[in-house]
Structure formats: structure tokens, C-alpha cells
């Protein structure tokens, strides 16, 4: 074990160990400073607040030293050195906190393996192994997790999780490490993958609680941008928790402020090929994002619309990984319903795709117009339509694409019908739509239009015969609560759910092409 040097030496951190970045956990790019911290940046998608530089994940274990970090860092800030940490953390009561709220959520007298990654002096750890249960720390420092092991003879591990992999565990802990972490989302899925599957997850960390709210005379501390990445709000957590598949149970709970709990179960979600409504796991997912990003970043210079929030940012790469991913753009006919200022028909027109716009106004021909000069005239024209009726011959398009369209049409079985005629057979129709069932409390705003309910989508579409489908549609409806609370904090009115599919006209068969042949 190396001695530590004298406390209260100021810590040097080389700028060279911090990146800049643009962008939240969830995605989402922000130049917006934060309230609190000119250091940060405030996630309009997300709430959370963000470092705008983040540690090299190779400077981990040398920022988190035993020396510079536990001991002379620890000083600078007055906060208790590595061995000060554990008479303090069992004098004031903590742990007895942390014992209550982990055993408030598992069964009583229920004992297994903990892990707890980021475990410091191991206060905790101690503790759960005295009572009883298997313990396992890891700890970024070699220096460091060899002195707590030495002077604990618990089984600690050096290095971060999870590139130091966690064994299969029954309560997964991080207190006071998630704010830390860089990539909060591969950390908590491999924390789920290490859980069993009714396994409990414990954190502790500073969660701001209303828009304003800071952290009072420690605001300054809590925002230290070298340590603390992120800064998740009550709202934020929960997003984060339930996109990587945790049922949150417990999160209005804490020892004093700035040091909040957090419990969470992994969920058991069930795996499905495709899932038709929208759900948090998916929106956040790398994939989804990139896909949202090539959008943005499309439109931005076009003036076209940007998606930042709302549920597009579901919908458009859902419809994509549906089905229309699989297609030659090059020559492609696509009909576009409702297409306003949405960059992805155009987006399409840039891949070779002969697009058709269809509105009902003719409010953006002039944006139409500029956008068409500006990308060298690619193909793409437009029609002013006045009803759902479309003004096209039968068997015209490879593709129709209608975003959050069939709400606002008031014959929906005359819009589903159309788009059936004007397809080509075995052409693919791209749908989102939205989904209000009044029966599990959802309400859509009159003034928007009308949605569906699964049934009559199923009705319209899915089960329509012009279409061809292969079974019945499975709804992972598993998936509604966590999107649905989320959804309604985007905005007051959206107390319901949206859905996608890709949809493919069924081809003709025998006696029809025969009818057709007779007839001519
Ligand atoms: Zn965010």
C-alpha cells in the first residue's frame, strides 16, 4: 500500500484527460448553459444537466487514485479522506439508511450477492457481509482497491465497471457513482445484465428536485464538472432507469440532500422482434438516436423541421427498422402523406427517390420550393390535396409514408383505402400513428383530431385485406406505462400512446389478375 502525501497539496488534473462534448445520455444535443453551472449544459430532451467535458475513459482509474483522488482531492474539497469516509458514514446513521431503504424492497431475511461497483472503503460492503451476504466491490484503482481489500479482506476488485465485469448478483449498489459515470447507459445495462432476474438496484446521487431547485450552499460542489458528468433531476432518472429496462420503486427517498436514493428492479421486459408502440428502451437506444441525428442533421441547414423532443423521435426510426430500411431508394416512387416540414421524404429524395408531397395547404410550397433549388432539384413534387381521397391512378407508388397523419383524417377507412389503391402491389405503407383507449384512462385533445384505438387500427390496417400481414399484431403493451408518463410530461395534451408499422400491399392473386384480364 502506498502512503498517502500530505493532505491539502492541490491536485493537478491535465486538461488532456477531458473531451469535449454535445450531447446527454439521452441523446440529445444542448448549447443551453445550465442555471447553475456555467461548466454545464441543460438537456432540453432530457432535463438532465451535463458536463461539456467528460473524462477520457482511459483517465478513470488514474483521475479516481488513491493518492491524488481519496486523499488529497478528498482534502481540497474538505470532504473525509478514504479512511475518514467509514467512522463519519457509520457515526451519522447513513448506513443504517441505506439498509433500511435496500431491505424496504426485498423479502424479509433475504440474503445473496451484492456488488457494489465504485464501493470506495467499502462501508456498506461490510456491513451486507456481516449480515450475512456474499460481497463484491470493484473499485477503479488498483492502489486503491488492493488497500481496501488489505484492510477489510473483502473481495474487491480493481478497475471500472463494467470493463471489470460484475458476478451474478442479487443487489447491485452505486452510491454516489452514477454522476460520474460517462456512460450512464452501458453501466446500467450491464448492471441489469449481473442482476438476477428480481434483482434489486441501489443508488445514491444528486437529484435536483424542481426546475430551480439547486443543491443550496453545495451547488458549487455538486457541480464539479472534472467529477460529476451528469446531473439527473427526479424526472431524469426515472427516464434513464426505465430506457435501460428498470422498474423504478422507490425514488423520493434520501439521507440529505444531494445524496438521494434511488431503488430500482430490473424488468423483465419481454422480447419481442418488433414492437409497434413506443417505448423508452428503443427512443434512447444508440441506433434510434443516430437515425434521428441523420435526420437533423439533414434538415438543419434546409430550415426543415429538427426533432429534439415529442414522440418523432420513435416514430420515424421505428417505421425505418420496420421495413423501410430494406429498400433500393434509387428510382423508388414514394407518396408522402401530411408532409409539412418534415426533412425525411426529402431525406428520401437524396437517397434517389421520386417523392410526391401531399398537404392540405398550401401554406409550405414556398419553403417546398427553396428547399428543392437548394438540394440541386432532386425529384420531388407536391399536391394540394382537400379531402383523403388521393388524386393518383391505381398501382402508382412503391411507398407511402403518413407520419402522425390518419388523427387528423376524418374518414379513416376512406385514407386506409386510398392508400391501399394508389400502392403498388407488394408496395410498403409506413404508418405512425397515435393510439388513445379512453378504457385505460388515456384522452386525445378534440382540437387535434381523432386517434385510434389498437382495435380499429387492426381493423383499418392490420387486418385489412388489401394489405398483407402475417399474424395477428402483438402489442407490447408491457411497454405503455413508462412511455405514457413520459409522453405526458412532453406536454399537457398528450395523454396517449403512438404507434408504427410497415404495412405491404398484397399482390394480386390468380382470379383477380383473371378479372383484370377479362375485363380489359
Ligand atoms: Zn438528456
Redesign the pocket.
Known amino acids: 500500500m502506498t502512503e498517502p502525501s500530505s493532505a491539502g497539496q492541490h491536485v493537478e488534473v491535465p486538461d488532456h484527460w477531458f473531451e469535449p462534448v454535445e450531447?446527454?445520455?439521452?441523446?440529445?444535443r444542448?448549447n443551453d448553459a445550465s442555471a447553475f453551472s456555467s461548466e454545464y449544459r441543460s438537456?432540453?430532451?432530457?432535463?438532465?444537466h451535463?458536463a461539456s467535458k467528460r473524462l477520457k475513459q482511459e483517465y478513470v482509474a488514474s483521475f479516481y487514485s488513491y493518492d491524488g483522488y481519496w486523499h488529497r482531492r478528498q482534502s481540497d474539497k474538505s470532504h473525509p479522506t478514504l479512511w475518514d469516509r467509514q467512522e463519519l458514514l457509520e457515526r451519522d446513521g447513513r448506513v443504517d439508511r441505506w439498509m433500511e431503504a435496500i431491505h424496504r424492497h426485498l423479502p424479509l431475511g433475504k440474503l445473496g450477492t451484492a456488488v457494489e461497483a465504485g464501493c470506495a472503503e467499502a462501508t456498506l460492503l461490510q456491513r451486507l457481509r456481516r449480515d450475512g451476504w456474499t460481497t463484491v466491490g470493484i473499485e477503479p484503482d488498483a492502489n486503491t482497491a488492493a488497500a481496501v481489500r488489505e484492510r477489510t479482506g473483502l473481495d474487491i476488485r480493481a478497475g471500472a465497471f463494467p470493463d471489470t465485469p460484475a458476478p451474478r448478483c442479487d443487489l447491485f449498489i452505486a452510491c454516489d457513482v452514477l454522476e460520474h459515470v460517462t456512460d450512464p447507459r452501458r453501466f446500467l445495462y450491464a448492471a441489469r445484465e449481473a442482476l438476477v432476474s428480481d434483482g434489486l438496484l441501489f443508488l445514491q446521487l444528486p437529484l435536483i428536485g424542481g426546475e430551480d431547485e439547486g443543491f443550496g450552499s453545495i451547488t458549487e460542489k455538486v457541480f464539479d464538472w472534472q467529477e460529476h458528468a451528469f446531473i439527473y433531476t427526479r424526472e431524469?432518472i426515472r427516464?434513464l432507469l426505465e430506457s435501460c429496462e428498470y422498474s423504478v420503486v422507490e425514488n423520493d427517498s434520501g439521507w440529505v440532500r444531494a445524496h438521494e436514493f434511488v431503488v430500482a428492479r430490473r424488468w423483465n421486459r419481454p422480447a419481442r422482434s418488433r414492437r409497434h408502440l413506443a417505448n423508452l428502451p428503443e427512443m434512447f437506444s444508440d441506433e434510434w438516436t443516430t437515425f434521428i441525428d441523420t435526420l437533423n442533421d439533414f434538415a438543419a441547414p434546409l430550415g426543415l423541421r429538427q426533432f429534439n423532443n415529442w414522440s418523432k423521435l420513435w416514430e420515424y426510426p421505428s417505421v425505418w427498422r420496420q421495413g423501410l430500411s430494406e429498400t433500393r431508394w434509387q428510382g423508388c416512387r414514394v407518396l408522402d402523406l401530411g408532409s409539412e416540414q418534415s426533412p425525411f421524404p426529402w431525406w428520401l429524395a437524396t437517397q434517389g427517390a421520386a417523392v410526391t408531397l401531399v398537404e392540405r395547404s398550401a401554406n409550405w410550397v414556398d419553403q417546398w420550393t427553396a428547399v428543392r433549388d437548394a438540394l440541386g432539384r432532386p425529384s420531388v413534387d407536391w399536391r394540394i390535396v382537400d379531402s383523403s381521397r388521393l388524386p393518383f391512378d391505381d398501382d402508382t407508388f412503391d411507398v407511402v409514408t403518413s407520419f402522425s397523419v390518419i388523427e387528423h383524417q376524418d374518414d379513416k377507412a376512406l385514407a386506409a383505402s386510398e392508400v391501399a389503391r394508389v400502392l403498388k402491389p407488394g408496395g410498403l405503407f409506413g404508418i405512425s400513428f397515435d393510439i388513445c383507449e379512453p378504457e385505460l384512462g388515456m384522452t386525445f385533445p378534440e382540437w387535434n383530431g381523432r386517434a385510434l384505438t389498437r382495435r380499429e387500427f387492426e381493423r383499418l390496417f392490420w387486418n385489412n385485406t388489401r394489405f398483407r400481414t402475417d399474424d395477428a399484431i402483438d402489442w407490447n403493451m408491457e411497454d405503455v406505462p413508462a412511455f405514457l408518463n413520459w409522453h405526458k410530461r412532453t406536454a399537457a395534451h398528450h395523454n396517449y400512446v403512438t404507434g408504427a408499422a410497415v404495412l405491404a400491399k398484397r399482390r394480386a392473386g390468380f382470379w383477380a389478375r383473371m378479372r383484370k384480364a377479362l375485363t380489359l
Open positions: 450531447r446527454c445520455w439521452c441523446g440529445g444542448s438537456c432540453q430532451r432530457c432535463g438532465t451535463f431524469s427516464l
